[in-house]
């Protein structure tokens, strides 16, 4: 009697995913650039936000707020920040931007141009100021109190407008929760880029072997 011996197909799976092995290291390797240089660009970011923001007014002296309103457009827009330095208020001038609290209401801090200085005899400054995009002046007369008062030094648009958007519940918590998964992704494709090339010597080596002994003679007599 004759004994039928079939050979079954290789694995459709294996072949798979043999081959997806190599593309997923490929698509790894070109993002690891690319995802390397965001995280620094946000860590370098973040480090000179804090840096200007905090670190900055207090041994530079100069003073940042944010612009809520298109009051002073096109010079300052809305969500800008507003970089201003101190000056003496006995120098000031007619044109000069400040950012002072306003006399009125909720004593708010505004950043208005002066169109009027009025100083007293006692040696007090007060001064009447209007938005360039105004249509009138402010309905109040601000005395300035004390020696100085910041002027308009600089302005750094859109910055405002990212730093309240970082302040938003949803933002902060995809940026707690997101950052920590892209480094589990970028570890995972690490991973997977380094298995077939740690495997890749041991299917040649069994098919090696696997022919040696069929072909072999001495095997097949012991």
Known sequence: MTAAFTQDPPCATTAASSAAAPAVGRWAKALRPTARAASTL????????????????????YQTSTMLTGSMAPLINAGDVVVSVPKPVSSLKTGDIITYGIPVEDHRVETHRIIEIVRKGDGTTSVRTKGDANNGADPWTAALQGGTVHVHSATIPYLGSAIRALREPVLLQSLVYGAPAVLVAMV????????????????SQSTADGHLAAGDPAHGAR
């Open 42 to 61: 946000m860590m370098l970011g973040a480090v000179a936000a804090f840096l200007f923001l905090a670190v900055g007014p207090r041994v530079l002296g």
């Open 188 to 203: 995972l494709l690490s991973i997977w880029k380094t298995e077939p090339s740690a495997n890749s010597s041991s299917p």
